[in-house]
């Protein structure tokens, strides 16, 4: 028999011969404020959620249904609903049904049976995300849609509870996460250990123990397994009871009471307090881990029979009982009723529209635009002030880094709620001093140094989002995103996906990257792959060859975060922070003057750069490698009277086809100089797009090896050069 039926069958037998198993905690409703209705309404709410892994599972096996994930034997997460607020942001482990459930109640016209039910069968009604996938969710409800991969959600709800408190530092009005609410996350025992998890608890305990508000509530709902791998006993509250800087509360998920009674204890210190609390909630998996998995093939058959015994839907029977609110009667007449109204809806459901094309399927990756941001507009005495130490500099043109820190500060002083986040970016403005002065000029609620973890970062960054504060979140190098990257991949770019645009989480991630740094060398510090970025769907990739593109770009990347909600990463190439001569020393070629805001022209999200009109060649680069197609430009057209033009990418994702196609016409030969690893390059995009879209077009690449960048003089040796940019040239020229 089907585990969900045997469990069933089991719950109905022992309601109905009132054999019933005593309570697993002593804990008294009064004693808890837990009132008569409240139970009632908890015990309705465990009920639906348990019949709707009933129905699902039966509409899965007519393949109406998809990827089935139970609730049962989580049911008392509606306790935790219970306790907490609606607008206490959840960020849900996916066995939370009872919670959304029992958290729908809280608002007037709320539908989550129908919602989960028509998520549940992919339906393109679905409310959270449109068909896209199962999740739990709802935007009225503060539930924002999680993904798959476990623990991930962790560094966003961090970051989300540290926004509260700066939100409230900045004073900034009408913030989504009220200043007096707390942050719920939960996830299961097998999750906490994951490295992502660790970190997250670390950083919220690190934030706390030197005073930073984190109201945070991590709900461990702890099964004792994970799919198929025991989770040592007692390994669980070994491992948070004494962590510095997190207060632990225990309570039984078996017991509606007392999971209410942790869960009270925990959101009420997290509220007071502002810190953050590990709720530690027994409970127990009734179905194995999801639809397809035979808990007979791993688990003893005792240990089977002993979960099934700890059903917690018979310990609220149990209660309702003992408390005289319900006879077994009264429990199995709502049990089969809410299990003949969700059969009903379950009919309904599969009837319901699904998605049909790929254009619907597609439709959210990019979120909906939010409008013109609100900016201050700073007088020219604010900003004479900001500037008045460096007023002499900004006279005479500078390298990339200094520009790119006015921009900076500029976006920054036109925008309240742009706060910028990293690795030593504070006093020490960074490796690159690329944020120098910001932390003085504005603040630490607003410059913030963070601890020594790329996920946390990137989570501050998210999760700030969901609080409608962006943070402008720098990584320290190209090659440490690497250990953090789902939180870009499989967060930030997938939330409007899965929301169907309803949440999404704009924010700039600077990086610092590629190769051809003099005298320095080594592969971590010219990391040169940008393969990671260039297939996340909706990400924009920008790369800036010199300071006054910089400045605009970055403008530009702010905007389309700001006003269009878009995930950017601007990669700074660290080569050409402080290059300052294109062709001979002191030329100062790559220098330029500061463009204040609404001074130059704009750079839209897609514009290529353009250097020259000639047609014997384009060569079409970015970054450094465009640095090098000018200096081989000058040698092309003096020493061998060629007329060129060169094209800077500047825009790497999403790739402007047309634009490149319409900066190349009239050329009939293309040289692509990439200066990342030729396997998964920028440079193979480009000539699929001239094989495609340009067929007579004679084009050839030259790319970097296949290698990891070696120490001090061998640094340049796998990548283009100038020398090898006219070699290249010079040959496809002469045909
Ligand atoms: C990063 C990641 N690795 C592996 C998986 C596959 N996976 C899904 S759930 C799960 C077990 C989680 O167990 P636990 O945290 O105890 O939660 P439970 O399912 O028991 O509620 C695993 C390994 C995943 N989803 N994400």
Redesign the pocket.
């Known amino acids: 028999m089907d585990a969900a039926e045997a469990i069933h069958e089991k719950f109905v037998a022992k309601v109905r011969n009132g054999n019933l198993p005593r309570r697993t905690s002593d804990a008294r409703p009064g004693d808890v404020g837990l009132a008569r209705e409240a139970m009632v309404e908890l015990f309705y709410s465990q009920c639906v959620s348990r019949q709707m892994d009933r129905i699902s599972r039966r509409l899965q096996a007519r393949g109406q249904g998809f990827y089935t994930?139970g609730s049962s034997g989580?049911e008392n997460n509606a306790a935790v609903a219970q306790a907490l607020r609606i607008d206490d942001i959840a960020f849900l482990?996916?066995?939370s049904n009872a919670f959304q459930i029992h958290r729908a109640k809280k608002l007037p016209g709320q539908t989550p049976c129908w919602d989960m039910l028509l998520s549940f069968t992919a339906s393109a009604e679905d409310p959270i995300s449109g068909g896209r996938h199962k999740v739990i969710g709802s935007r009225p409800l503060s539930i924002p849609p999680q993904t798959?991969?476990?623990?991930?959600h962790l560094p966003k709800a961090v970051g989300a509870a540290f926004s509260i408190g700066i939100a409230r530092m900045l004073k900034l009005e009408e913030t989504p996460l009220p200043g007096d609410s707390i942050v719920l996350a939960s996830?299961?025992?097998?999750?906490?250990n994951?490295s992502?998890a660790q970190g997250a608890f670390n950083t919220a305990a690190w934030a706390a123990y030197q005073g930073t508000p984190m109201p945070i509530v991590f709900l461990c709902?702890?099964?004792g397994?994970?799919?198929s791998t025991r989770?040592p006993r007692g390994w669980i509250e070994a491992a948070f009871r004494d962590r510095a800087a997190i207060k632990y509360v225990r309570c039984s998920g078996l017991d509606m009471v007392d999971a209410y009674r942790g869960a009270l204890e925990a959101s009420h210190y997290a509220r007071t307090q502002r810190k953050p609390v590990f709720l530690h909630m027994d409970?127990v998996?009734l179905y194995g881990?999801a639809g397809s998995d035979l808990q007979a093939t791993y688990l003893a058959k005792a240990q089977i029979e002993e979960d099934e015994e700890r059903d917690p839907l018979l310990f609220s029977a149990a209660l309702l009982v003992e408390q005289e609110i319900a006879s077994g009667g009264q429990i199995l007449d709502i049990y089969n009723e809410t299990e003949a109204i969700l059969a009903r809806i379950g009919e309904q459901a599969i009837t319901r529209p699904k998605l049909t094309d790929s254009r619907e399927v597609m439709a959210s990756i990019v979120p909906p635009k939010r409008g013109q941001a609100m900016a201050n507009r700073p007088t020219p005495e604010e900003r004479d002030a900001l500037f008045a130490r460096d007023s002499g500099m900004m006279e005479k043109p500078q390298h990339m880094a200094r520009l790119l820190s006015w921009a900076l500060a500029d976006l920054m002083l036109a925008h309240s709620n742009v706060i910028v986040a990293g690795e030593d970016v504070g006093p020490k403005g960074g490796v690159y001093n690329v944020t120098a002065k910001l932390h003085e000029r504005f603040g630490p609620a607003r410059v913030i140094n963070t601890l020594l973890d790329e996920q946390s970062i990137l989570g501050l960054g998210i999760g700030a989002a969901h609080n409608s504060i962006l943070a402008i979140t720098e990584i320290q190098f190209l090659a440490y995103v690497h250990n953090a990257e789902d939180q870009i991949r499989g967060e930030a770019a997938t939330l409007s996906f899965f929301s169907s645009g309803q949440y999404a989480n704009p924010m700039v991630i600077r990086i610092p990257g590629l190769g051809y740094q003099k005298g320095f060398g080594g592969h971590f510090h010219n990391d040169n792959s940008l393969a990671v970025f260039r297939d996340i769907p909706g990400l924009i990739l920008a790369c800036p060859s010199n300071g006054a593109d910089a400045v605009e770009m970055l403008r530009e990347c702010v905007r389309l975060a700001l006003e269009e909600q878009r995930v950017v990463v601007f990669l700074e190439p660290i080569a050409l922070y402080m290059t300052r001569d294109l062709h001979a020393e002191e030329d100062a070629l790559w220098t330029s003057p500061y463009a204040a805001p609404g001074e130059a022209k704009p750079i839209p999200l897609g514009a290529p750069g353009l250097y020259g009109d000639g047609t014997d060649l384009a060569i079409v680069s970015y970054g450094n490698g465009y640095y090098l197609s000018r200096q081989a430009e000058r040698i092309l057209s003096e020493q061998h009277g060629l007329r060129l033009r060169v094209v800077d990418l500047r825009w790497l994702a999403p790739l402007n086809e047309d634009g490149l196609l319409a900066a190349v016409a009239g050329c009939g030969r293309v040289l692509i100089v990439d200066e990342c690893r030729r396997t998964g390059s920028q440079s193979e995009a480009l000539m699929a797009l001239f094989a495609e879209r340009a067929p007579g077009m004679d084009c050839r690449r030259i790319a970097a090896e296949d290698s990891f960048i070696a120490l001090g003089r061998a640094a340049t040796l796998t990548l283009p050069s100038r020398d090898a940019i006219v070699a290249a040239a010079l040959d496809l020229a002469r045909g």
């Open positions: 994930i989580h482990h996916y066995r798959s991969t476990i623990a991930s996830f299961g025992d097998a999750s906490a994951h992502t709902e702890d099964n397994i994970g799919i989770t409970c998996r881990h």
